[in-house]
């Protein structure tokens, strides 16, 4: 079964969600697709508290994707820039992609983990604060198994270059 | 498919607070846009970056660092950059894109204390006491009240 089948099967079952913006609905250049645990945290109302504002930060992220805004890329994990916005993350043939949320500056951020089911649509699979991740090997592991259970032996997209991954980006 | 709701996220009402989480969002985006319109025009003026440096007298560590994602930006570097990179500046105009969706809300998931401006045009044309009474119709009907006939 193609990715594109199994993923229209895990839609239709609610295990992953189609992200909506909050301001264009379904009308955008890109799709973002979320796991269940992410749709929890990205919906609104965004608490009075500093996970709330943290969290606004996550999904605003996400539209802007979806929107098909401007998006830094690091494509090689061993050197990457500490504001690119999407980084690829080591073992490379895994093409696992680390959402990077670097804003408010006074926190350590969001990462959040996936893959590409294709070209400009993304799915995020896990997220935690920054802080929350003590060794990061462990959270690309994390994500690797989530999408195993989810497609099995079919591993997410593979670009030869960033152009076959997605549309407005920046190389870092 | 499943596709998520898009609720929770209201224009402000009267002396509400507005949460953290809210304005967290809302700047973030507004970040994005000042990010997109610099990168979008760096993109199509072929200036590179250390000449860009050079025309701001800045380092080229400087200008890799903001132009690397959407940052706080002052209001100042914002112009700064849009102005070095091809002469432009920038153009604003206020858009309310809350008001604009929530015709998709049903009525159950509108929060009571927080009813959402239906109409833009309708709301800004009507008089305080008016526009008093439209909300406290738009609770009226979050709350499941009966909708009373037009006379």
Same mark, same amino acid.
């Not at chain 1, 994990?77 to 043939?93: F, G, I, N, S, Y």
């Given at each position: 079964?193609?990715?594109?089948? &199994? ?9 992953? $969600?189609?992200?909506?913006?909050? $301001? ?10 979320? #796991? ?21 930060? $996550? ?12 998006? #830094? ?47 400009? &649509? ?35 997209? #593979? ?9 407005? /980006?920046?190389?870092? | ?15 509400? &607070?507005? #949460?953290?989480?809210?304005?967290? /969002? ?65 153009? /604003?105009?206020?858009? /309310? ?41 738009? &609770? ?12």
């Amino acid at each position: 079964m193609s990715i594109r089948a &199994k993923l229209r099967t895990l839609l239709s079952r609610n295990r992953l $969600f189609e992200l909506e913006s909050l $301001f264009t609905g379904n009308d955008t250049a890109r799709t973002m697709i979320v #796991s269940a645990d992410i749709l929890a945290v990205v919906t609104p109302p965004f608490s009075d508290t500093e996970h709330g504002r943290r969290l606004g930060e $996550f999904r605003a992220w996400l539209d802007n994707f979806s929107e098909g805004g401007e998006i #830094s890329v690091a494509e090689d994990p061993d050197q990457k820039p500490p504001d690119a916005m999407l980084a690829r993350v080591a073992p490379v043939d895994d093409e696992l992609w680390s959402v990077r949320v670097t804003e408010p500056e006074d926190t350590a951020g969001i990462r959040s983990l996936g893959g590409f089911a294709a070209k400009d &649509k993304f799915i995020c699979l896990i997220w935690d604060f920054r802080e929350g991740i003590p060794v990061f090997d462990d959270e690309v592991d994390a994500a690797h198994d989530a999408w195993c259970d989810l497609f099995g032996s079919q591993g997410p997209m #593979s670009g030869a270059n960033l152009d076959e991954y997605l549309t407005n /980006y920046r190389a870092v | 498919m499943s596709t998520s709701q898009t609720t929770g996220l209201y224009e402000p009402v009267r002396s509400e &607070k507005i #949460s953290v989480g809210t304005l967290g /969002y809302i700047r973030a985006r507004h970040r994005q846009r000042q990010y997109d319109i610099v990168i979008r025009e760096l993109k199509k003026s072929g200036i590179s970056q250390a000449d860009l440096a050079r025309r701001l007298g800045k380092a080229p560590e400087v200008i890799s660092r903001l132009l690397a994602r959407p940052g706080n930006w002052e209001s100042d570097t914002f112009s700064d950059l849009l102005f070095a990179i091809s002469g432009a500046v920038a153009s /604003y105009h206020a858009e /309310y894109p809350l008001s604009q969706r929530v015709e998709e809300f049903p009525a159950e998931q509108i929060k009571p204390e927080s009813a959402p401006i239906r109409s833009k045009s309708a709301f800004s044309l009507g008089t305080q006491a008016n526009n008093d009474a439209i909300i406290d119709e738009w &609770k009226r009907q979050a709350q499941g009240a009966p909708i009373p006939m037009a006379a």
